[in-house]
């Protein structure tokens, strides 16, 4: 068979990748994020502010209950990353563009005055099986219970050409008979709670479950309403936490990469 392949449509194809350059990231453990991007807080003492702060102002404010003060901490799993505190109080609070804020125990998303350490997931937290299985190669099923599509967009997004997170043998897969695993996000509605189950009793054992985002971990702004059930939670050990409204391709790729021990 006879290419009919012309030098000049050769050399436009150069040229068009020319002028695209690097689409995909060398290095999604240390790229920096550009522009607006609101990850790991910090809050200062309030001993070494030097101006007094209205606490109770400062929790207030919180659409979410995330602040709690005497001492000041912040919860990333309640979180929404609206920047009301930080706005209001410049020189107690200030959000970082630090990606790795994910946890595999609930209690380490909070964030106490004067913790200035980056976020880490020890060898020990994590299940065995995990890492002797899942290291290489992880197969995850997506469940968007009554979620609001923005996380589950920029958990799309993790696999584009940029992020590319099946160079590590991360993929989201169609049917939950073919994964390792579960990522629930949204709030989880009564609507969705049987589905819920359903899919994860679907999964073959051994099998992990990431929440994904802040309306999974604690339901964000939807805490208290009657329209969820939440009771999948209490029947089940969740392996990773990973914050964020929604959550960002870097923090869901590291957080992933850590829970199963890739470099
Ligand atoms: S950024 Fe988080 S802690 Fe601060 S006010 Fe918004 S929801 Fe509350």
Redesign the pocket.
Known sequence: MKLNISAASVFSDLRILYHQGKQYIPDVTTVEVPGIF?GRPVISKLDTIGEPIDLRTLEE????G??KSNPVR?DLGR????????HKFPSL?NFTKDYKISAVRRDDLVIGEGQHQPMVIKPEQVRKEIRKIFKRSLKLRQVSAGGDNSTEWELNASGNVNFDIGRFGIDFVASPRHANGIVITGPITKNMAEPLQICYDAVPHPKIIILAGTDAISAGIHQGSDALDRSFLDNHTVDLYIPGNPVHPLAFINGVLKLIGRK
């Open positions: 609101r404010i919180c659409p979410t995330a602040i912040i979180c929404v990353f609206c920047g009301e505190c930080q609070i």
